[in-house]
């Protein structure tokens, strides 16, 4: 180990930089842009697009007001966003806090969960997968005894999520 100290000390007096791994153990996570969103936001602002009194497509500005709830018993917030209703349930967008470990619990309703940014792991009794930006769960453990649970990333995550 005392080597490699004198080599890194050596490498950095004469100019050059630290190698990537040993630069990397210390720095803290980079999370991407969607991951930007923090349990503090208050709304979405975008546009609604629809067919004008013309018959053509016509634009207003739409804002989608945002909540803070309680992410089950963690002690930590969950920020979520109602989109329009467009099906039995209305859709909604989740964003979690970062590396939080969330305990089972049994799914309140039937719910495809998309996640969109960050990661988390995702657990049952038998099961455990690690989930990034893409994957899809269905949760219908509505009767389950234990239920899943896991933990969130170090960049929490945001998720969409949707009744089938």
């Known amino acids: 180990m005392q080597h490699r100290i004198i080599i890194l000390a050596a ?6 930089s630290a190698p990537p791994v040993i630069a990397a153990r210390h720095a803290a996570p980079v999370c991407p842009p969607t991951t930007a969103f923090t349990t503090s936001l208050d709304h979405l602002d975008g546009y609604r697009v629809y067919t004008g009194p013309d018959g053509d497509s016509a ?5 989608i007001d945002a909540r803070i709830i309680p992410l089950l018993t963690t002690g ?31 799914a309140p309703y039937k719910e495809l969960f998309i ?10 009794a038998k099961f455990s997968a690690a989930m990034q930006p893409g994957s899809v769960l269905l949760f219908e453990d509505v ?20 009744a089938p």
Request: one cysteine or more; charged letters at 20%.
């Open 76 to 106: 930590k917030k969950l920020g979520v966003i109602d989109l329009p209703k467009s099906g039995p349930r209305q859709p909604q967008i989740f964003v979690g806090a970062a590396d939080v470990d969330l305990p089972m619990h049994r």
């Open 115 to 124: 996640l969109l940014g960050g990661s988390l792991t995702f657990k049952t």
């Open 59 to 63: 634009v207003e500005p739409l804002r």
């Open 11 to 16: 490498t950095l007096a004469l100019g050059g």
């Open 143 to 162: 009767d389950a005894k234990i239920g899943h649970g896991g933990h969130i990333g170090p960049c929490g995550y945001v998720s969409l999520s949707i």
